[in-house]
């Protein structure tokens, strides 16, 4: 049964993320506001594991566990904030992270022998393509947000959860789910903090909306979606899991239009529709050869 729902689920938890990122951003800079937001997460899993008496890691699996925390949470998520916060367009940040399944599939080709057949291969051109029309109308290239630093935070941050993707299918997929993921959150606050001490001024404005993005992304994101992810990575192919994250954009997009009226028009349904017959050819079971 999970295995049926578990891909829809997670892009639907996975794409209120930026529902819950625009709420909040505009009371705390990136780097604090995803500090704190880690450090609940780290915290309240930790109590969990400890309550029900989930296995530790030992010293090295709880490395490869902060390290992948770092990557696929700290350095992704910062790195994407950062570039929105200094100007760049959520559009043309958006377009950058979703070369992140394309990414991911040439490392795990590469890396982990995963066979990508031509209809993967496929699917992955419709779903970058059908990325790119649901974002169309809203880039915008023509303020000063675009820059070397922007675009380069953007692409650590679409490297950094490729890379953290390949690691956990190979490294930490043996790992409790829970214990292993409040030590992914631990890594993925040291980035976030450095950037919140060395650039930030800290400052909170606290208010009732606030409060709900910060819950909601805990509880939903860091717990629910994040916990799914690991689930899929562990139980499926880390090129076809990645796949998912063409349809987050449009996704994002229909909460968008239904929670801040903004506008869809039939181009980016299109293109909505484009990006879901690119998971279905991605993540297709492959016949059995007969013999």
């Given at each position: 049964m999970l295995a049926r729902f578990a891909p829809a689920l997670f892009v639907c938890l996975w794409a209120t993320g930026f529902i819950g990122a625009r709420m909040g951003?505009?009371?705390?800079?990136?780097?604090?506001?995803?500090?704190?937001?880690?450090?609940?997460?780290?915290?309240?899993?930790?109590?969990?594991?400890?309550?029900?008496?989930?296995p530790w890691p030992g010293a090295r699996n709880a490395l490869s566990a902060i390290l992948i925390g770092a990557l696929m949470h700290g350095f992704y998520l910062g790195g994407v904030f950062w570039a929105i916060n200094q100007g760049m367009p959520a559009g043309v940040s958006a377009v950058v992270v979703g070369l992140q399944p394309l990414l991911t599939a040439i490392i795990a080709g590469w890396w982990l022998k995963e066979t990508i057949t031509r209809g993967h291969w496929l699917g992955l051109a419709l779903g970058l393509l059908g990325v790119a029309i649901v974002l169309y109308p809203k880039l915008d290239i023509s303020n000063s947000g675009i820059t070397p630093f922007t675009i380069g935070a953007s692409l650590l941050a679409v490297s950094s959860i490729s890379m953290g993707t390949i690691l956990q299918k190979r490294l930490g997929a043996t790992q409790d789910i829970r214990s292993g993921t409040a030590l992914q959150y631990?890594?993925?606050?040291?980035?976030?903090?450095?950037?919140?001490?060395?650039?930030?001024?800290?400052?909170?404005?606290?208010?009732g909306e606030a409060i709900f993005a910060m819950a909601w992304?805990?509880?939903?994101?860091?717990?629910?979606?994040t916990f799914?992810?690991?689930?899929?990575?562990?139980?499926?192919?880390?090129?076809?899991?990645?796949?998912?994250?063409?349809?987050?954009?449009?996704?994002?997009?229909?909460?968008?239009?239904?929670?801040?009226?903004?506008?869809?028009?039939?181009?980016?349904?299109?293109?909505?529709?484009l990006c879901a017959v690119a998971v279905a050819l991605a993540t297709r079971k492959q016949p059995t050869p007969t013999k």
């Open positions: 951003m505009p009371y705390a800079e990136p780097g604090t506001f995803l500090s704190i937001r880690f450090v609940i997460a780290f915290s309240l899993l930790a109590v969990i594991a400890t309550v029900f008496r989930a631990l890594g993925g606050f040291i980035p976030v903090f450095i950037l919140s001490i060395t650039s930030e001024t800290r400052v909170i404005e606290w208010s992304l805990v509880i939903v994101l860091s717990f629910l979606a799914l992810l690991m689930w899929l990575i562990q139980h499926g192919s880390v090129a076809k899991v990645s796949s998912l994250f063409f349809l987050v954009p449009a996704v994002s997009s229909l909460m968008a239009y239904f929670l801040f009226d903004e506008r869809l028009i039939p181009l980016q349904l299109f293109g909505m529709a």
